[in-house]
T-cell receptor, first 113, second 110 residues
Framework: NTKITQSPRYLILGRANKSLECEQHLGHNAMYWYKQSAEKPPELMFL???????RNETVPSRFIPECPDSSKLLLHISAVDPEDSAVYFCASSQYGNSGNTLYFGEGSRLIVV | GDQVEQSPSALSLHEGTDSALRCNFT?????VQWFRQNSRGSLISLFY????TKENGRLKSAFDSKERRYSTLHIRDAQLEDSGTYFC???????????FGTGTRLQVSP
């Protein structure tokens, strides 16, 4: 899947700061961050529509999203915790609300040591 | 809150057999999307339905158009490459949140 690219794909961190990046080439106006922990379904963290944050789930404050334009999404992580070990998926859709197909990137696997 | 109950949680099939996965919703949903997550962890969209049925090759999905409280995914003539974890994800009315089911882990063997 080259339509939604995420980087880095793998990340091993101690208690450091890092940013995950996502870019979509689908012309969508909504972008999402999902977290998938081991043996669990993906869970929504943040949703942007037209660069505006419109949904912010219960996420620790060390996760800060940024949407510099409608095709790019960042997730800044500070002082990671072992419970943050997971795969972080970026997704996009044509609209921010209702009735549209979600497309996922390949994910960024974060391992906290 | 809105819940998506998916069954079965795990399923083993022999090649060539048929089966069905199901998602029940605790409330009326606006739409449902089915995904397969492969061994590399990629989430692949299979179907998006706002109503009715859709078919693609050996896969067919249906969304209860009347009460909008369940959806099914039928797999016909299962193949080894169908192995993976299948998720349904549903969107409630008047919300922009998509909630995932807990997944069905499918293993197809020769």
């Amino acid at each position: 899947n080259t339509k939604i690219t995420q980087s880095p794909r793998y990340l091993i961190l101690g208690r450091a700061n890092k940013s995950l990046e996502c870019e979509q080439h689908l012309g969508h106006n909504a972008m999402y961050w999902y977290k998938q922990s081991a043996e669990k379904p993906p869970e929504l963290m943040f949703l942007y529509n037209l660069k505006q944050l419109i949904r912010n789930e219960t996420v620790p404050s060390r996760f800060i999203p940024e949407c510099p334009d409608s095709s790019k999404l960042l997730l800044h992580i500070s002082a990671v915790d072992p419970e943050d070990s997971a795969v972080y998926f970026c997704a996009s859709s044509q609209y921010g609300n209702s009735g549209n197909t979600l497309y996922f990137g390949e994910g960024s696997r974060l391992i906290v040591v | 809150g809105d819940q998506v109950e998916q069954s079965p949680s795990a399923l083993s099939l022999h090649e060539g057999t048929d089966s069905a996965l199901r998602c029940n919703f605790t409330t009326t949903m606006r739409s449902v999307q089915w995904f397969r997550q492969n061994s590399r962890g990629s989430l692949i969209s299979l179907f998006y339905l706002a109503s009715g049925t859709k078919e693609n090759g050996r896969l067919k999905s249906a969304f209860d158009s009347k009460e909008r409280r369940y959806s099914t995914l039928h797999i016909r003539d299962a193949q080894l490459e169908d192995s993976g974890t299948y998720f349904c994800a549903a969107e409630a009315p008047n919300t922009d949140k998509v909630v995932f089911g807990t997944g069905t882990r499918l293993q197809v063997s020769p």
